[in-house]
């Protein structure tokens, strides 16, 4: 079983590491110009469903190319996550970048947001794009979702996109989740959502695990692991079809200030 959960982590791993060297090379994460030069033109082909047409024009038209051709994500958490200034923000699995650069554009620069991610070349092109934006109040560091490399208690809010469903070990992000907000924390997550009554096989059916779909928690599912660490307040909601029964949801919810009992960070 762990060979499998690593070799699962390894592919994930891989496809978005060869989403970033598409990038650097000027194509796009979801190889929009059949690598052409679309970052060089800013002409790109937008997924309904996935990726940068889920922002506003605003929003893509402020950050380099480069962290909106990146975006491989189901939808746009900054525009639920009802950012505050002065606040810090985590972004669980940044990619390219381009929900560190908003969030860190609307908590200012008293604020601070931070980027996990286990990718090397999605890092290298995360902070590249934060040097071409001229955002400072940012760090991206390396580091799983299931194993968060930032202190106890440290994090206004967590954000995530259309990555929670990778996770090998989903348990473990919502309790690394929970471990990091400050009593009160909240998360505003988009993510795939599977309908209660599909199987994982049936999900696996409607798509791969690296393209989001057999890995996707079902709505019970999801509630049930925030409710297990702790999260209270919890709303999913559907906002668009992404396969059949399959859909992109928006996830919010507050931390307790128990929320972290159970495990160490309360001894």
Do not use: W
């Not at 970033?20 to 090379?25: K, M």
């Not at 999913?236 to 919010?252: D, L, N, R």
């Amino acid at each position: 079983m762990s060979e499998h959960i690593d070799e699962l982590r390894e592919t994930v791993r891989e496809r978005y590491a060869a989403a970033a060297v598409a990038v650097a090379g000027g194509g796009t994460a979801q190889d929009c110009c059949g690598g052409g030069d679309c970052c060089a033109t800013g002409a790109m082909e937008l997924d309904e469903n996935f990726g940068a047409s889920l922002y506003g024009a605003g929003d893509r038209d402020a950050l380099p190319i480069e962290a909106v051709a990146a975006s491989l994500g189901c939808g746009n958490p900054t525009a639920v996550a009802d950012l505050r200034d002065g606040e810090t923000v985590l972004d669980l699995g940044s990619g390219g970048g381009i929900d560190v650069l908003l969030s860190a554009r609307r908590v200012g620069a008293s604020g601070k947001a931070f980027g996990v991610d286990m990718t090397d070349e999605m890092l290298a092109l995360a902070r590249e794009n934060a040097v071409k934006a001229g955002i400072t109040n940012v760090e991206f560091v390396k580091g799983t979702i299931e194993s968060i490399p930032l202190p106890d208690s440290s994090i206004d809010v967590v954000i995530s996109n259309c990555v929670i469903n990778l996770s090998t070990d989903k348990s473990a992000v919502f309790a690394e989740m929970a471990r990091v907000l400050k009593s009160g924390g909240r998360i505003g997550i988009t993510d795939v959502v599977a309908d209660d009554a599909l199987t994982p096989a049936q999900r696996a059916e409607r798509g791969d695990y690296v393209g989001c779909i057999a890995g996707a928690l079902s709505f019970g599912e999801y509630r049930n692991h925030l409710e297990a660490a702790g999260f209270e307040n919890i709303r999913i909601e559907p906002t668009h079809a992404v396969a059949e029964g399959m859909h992109s949801a928006i996830v919010k919810a507050t931390v307790t200030d128990s929320a972290c009992c159970g495990s160490d960070c309360c001894s």
